[in-house]
């Protein structure tokens, strides 16, 4: 799998006063399909805290917004890893509606120490679990 794809459904609280899906929101939405394959991966969140004293936070994002979705959509957000590094992992995360493109992000995150939040290099399984889904290990830096 080098893509992981996740669905989720416009609610009236995504949207502004016009039915519009408000610009912040897909953010949120981006965030829980990281989340979401983390997960499909056998990665939980407070387990990566506290057994690994690991967090993943944004380090940069650039996002092209193309079309805007609305109230009741069914959006699919689909998300690739496209770098990883010692200490950092890029994604390329689309989102579309009936295969229309709506918004194009790339999303660049940080691995920190849960406590200091200052830069660690990924934990070995993780780079594991990411190169045995992506099937192509040269997207791992060793």
Known sequence: MKQFDWSVRVYYEDTDSGGVVYH????????????????????????LK?????????????????????FND???????????????????????RN?????????????VDSTSFKPVGIPAVIKQKFAKQLLNKQLVNK
Do not use: D
């Not at 295969?99 to 691995?111: E, G, R, Y």
């Open 74 to 96: 069914l959006l699919e957000i689909k998300s690739q890893c496209i770098k990883m590094g010692h200490g950092s992992m890029e994604f390329q995360q689309t989102i579309t």
């Open 24 to 47: 912040s929101n897909y953010l949120n939405f981006m965030e829980r399909a990281r989340t979401e394959w983390l997960r499909h991966l056998g990665l939980e969140q407070p387990q």
């Open 50 to 70: 506290s057994e690994l004293g690991i967090i993943f936070v944004v380090h940069s994002m650039t996002i092209g917004f193309k079309s805007p979705a609305y």
């Open 99 to 111: 295969n229309q493109v709506l918004l194009v992000a790339t999303v660049k995150l940080a691995c």
